[in-house]
């Protein structure tokens, strides 16, 4: 028998618009999940267990009078710990926010809520959202739970390991540079980033703010789309949210893709490229030629030079975003206070880990005087180069196929002592970013030893119609997505 | 290019970071092996090219300048590591 806790957003509103399930039953059930399951994944920082029962108790009664806030009012979500959620904690999995509690809701987290949608926990993330592994966390890392010894990627691993073991039905991650498709390529989940500026950034803790971007963790391409349209549009709290209208994303799923122009750029087929990695993506592609999708060779020459150009962005602007952190308003202060520099010096090295530290030194000295011309303007010039490459490509193609990351999840411990390998990882992801893209990542299988590969689609400006339909259609001739890790959980 | 020692606690001071000497050595040598990776972006020719802030064109936003509901000061002051009555408290600013 299905459990509700392993259901899909949508089978779940099913049951609930058929009244064979209540919200108060799932999310019971989701949250029992979580009890047995995180001993061994740690995907949570905060489970909200009585308040989403309060308020699963609440749909279920609006629900009965035929009020239910939308269809899919009472189904489970799982929110990153760098989204405001007023009166829980949001810590980023930082010592420097340990005890933060928002006194509002970021964007997201009222629109879904709004929506009658169950928030049920905060998940782990790499502190600040810095990192591929989700072992930057302050509070430990999180199991990948197809192999537990292996990282469930990052930033957003909690989020997508959480999905993965099912213990939740939807989530929310953020994606700077990957952050939601790395992980999600690592825990066989489907994740997108939406275009810049289809989603409101208010209330998520900035780390580089024109980079980050909210988006669903979710366990098939229809829940994303559906979760897309929940939390998309402009935000009065957000001016860099863009006043477009939004379509009906669920409804662009129509599974339809012939004729679809399907660019398949050669440098993310380099040389070194993990052999199942390739094995599987092209598989993906050819499946879709078969449906009548016509496949275009391209090149897109600069992506060798994503990652030097990401890292300087993104460090410049969170040592400028991150100055926030000073023991004054919020948050935590320093132990020495016999002056205000020294209270500053000591509240910031005792609460930033080391990663974080790291990457706002970095960030001060590409903005410092003499080097700023030389790093961080040179890299928003090669920024420019990147945007135009994309546009070049979208005219000859409607999406571009890819994969997600250069290598399947590594694992725990490997890369933390080599900043720049971990860096490379994002190779394929960071791209995007700076050309404000939107991105898919769907399960595009195993490898032999059975670790999870993603298939990643890449859109035009504001094209998540294109790159969901693309995902579905996948879906519709897989079931990769379907396959759950072989967890074995204390019962 | 790599970043001397010096220079490595000239950055940390201005990022507010006190560091250990060990952690002093450890950041001069990944931040100067991630200043040698991006040196690979002098490859490209990036004359007359124009800088991007944002990836997305975007207009100035502007509203009507109208009075809207605020935190109380109560509940802004609830985070705050040291407070005083209605005000944050911090160590002494100026001599």
């Known amino acids: 028998m299905v459990e509700p806790y392993q259901l ?3 089978e779940a509103a099913d049951l609930l618009a058929r009244k064979e399930l209540s919200s108060r039953e799932l999310t019971e059930s989701v949250l029992q999940r979580i009890e047995r399951t995180e001993p061994v994944i740690h995907a949570y920082q905060t489970v909200l267990r009585d308040s989403a029962l309060a308020a699963a108790d609440a749909i279920d009664e609006s629900r009965a009078h035929g009020e239910a806030p939308s269809r899919y009012a009472g189904v489970p979500l799982a929110l990153k710990d760098n989204m405001c959620m007023q009166g829980s904690p949001t810590t980023c999995s930082s010592r420097m926010l340990e005890s933060f509690v928002p006194p509002y809701d970021a964007t997201v987290v009222q629109k879904c809520m709004a929506a009658g949608l169950i928030p049920v926990g905060k998940t782990n993330m790499d502190e600040f959202a810095m990192g591929s592994s989700t072992e930057n966390s302050a509070f430990g890392r999180t199991m990948n739970p197809w192999d537990l010894d292996r990282v469930p990627g990052g930033s957003s691993g909690g989020s997508t390991a959480a ?44 780390f580089a703010s024109s980079l980050d971007q909210i988006g669903p963790i979710t366990k098939d391409v ?21 006043n477009a209208p939004v379509p009906d994303y669920p409804a662009a799923l129509t599974g339809e893709i012939k004729g679809l122009r399907i660019g398949v ?57 991150l100055a926030r ?30 990663e974080v530290k790291r990457r706002i030194m970095l960030g001060t000295y590409v903005l410092s005087a003499g080097f700023f011309e030389a790093y961080y303007r040179r890299a928003q010039k090669v920024r420019t180069l990147f945007r135009q490459e994309f546009e070049q490509a979208f005219k000859q193609v409607d999406v571009i196929m890819c994969p997600a990351t250069p290598s399947p999840p590594f694992k725990a411990g490997e890369k ?69 890790p072989p967890l074995v959980v204390p019962s | 290019m790599s970043i001397s020692r010096d220079e490595l606690k000239h950055i940390a001071l201005l990022s507010r970071l006190e560091l250990s000497d060990d952690e002093a050595e450890l950041y001069t040598r990944h931040i100067g092996e991630i200043l040698e990776y991006v040196e ?26 109208v009075v809207g509901p605020g935190l109380e000061i109560d509940e ?13 408290r911090v160590p002494r600013v100026t001599e």
């Not at chain 1, 229809?222 to 863009?242: E, H, Y």
């Not at chain 1, 599987?280 to 150009?309: F, H, N, R, W």
């Not at chain 1, 300087?312 to 969170?318: D, G, H, N, Q, R």
């Not at chain 2, 802004?76 to 944050?88: G, H, I, S, V, Y």
């Open chain 1, 265 to 321: 750029p050669k440098e993310y087929f380099p040389a070194g490229l993990n052999a199942e990695i390739r094995g599987s993506v092209e598989k993906a592609v050819q499946l879709l030629k078969e449906q009548g999708a016509e496949v275009v060779e391209l090149s897109l020459p600069k992506t060798d030079y994503a990652i030097a150009t990401y890292y300087l962005i993104c460090t410049a602007e969170a040592s400028s975003n």
């Open chain 2, 76 to 88: 802004a002051l609830k985070n705050a590591p040291d407070r005083e009555d209605r005000f944050f």
């Open chain 1, 222 to 242: 229809r829940d994303a789309a559906l979760l897309l349209q929940i939390i998309s549009g402009v935000d009065s709290m957000d001016s860099t949210s863009v």
């Open chain 1, 8 to 10: 899909t957003a949508w």
């Open chain 1, 163 to 206: 999905v993965s073991a099912d213990e939740t039905i939807l989530s929310l991650g953020s994606d700077t540079g990957g952050s939601i498709r790395q992980p999600a390529a690592f825990c066989s989940v489907t994740g997108l980033k939406p275009t810049y500026g289809r989603v409101s950034r208010y209330g998520l803790v900035a």
């Open chain 2, 40 to 65: 690979k972006l002098k490859e490209l020719d990036i004359e007359g090219v124009e800088p991007t802030s944002h990836a997305v064109p975007m207009e100035n936003v502007m509203r009507d300048d």
């Open chain 1, 416 to 484: 933390t002592d080599d900043p720049l390998e971990m860096y490379l990882s994002d190779v394929f992801t960071a791209p995007l970013n700076m050309a404000g893209l939107p991105g898919l990542v769907v399960p595009g299988g195993f490898s032999a030893s059975g670790l999870p590969i993603g298939v990643q689609f890449i859109g035009p400006v504001f094209g998540e119609e294109k790159i969901l339909n693309a995902g579905y259609a996948y879906q519709q001739l897989t079931d990769h997505h379907r396959q759950k």
């Open chain 1, 325 to 354: 952190y000073e023991g004054v308003v919020y948050g935590r202060r320093g132990a020495s206070q016999d002056n205000i520099l020294e209270m500053y010096m000591s509240t910031r090295s005792e609460g930033f880990g080391p």
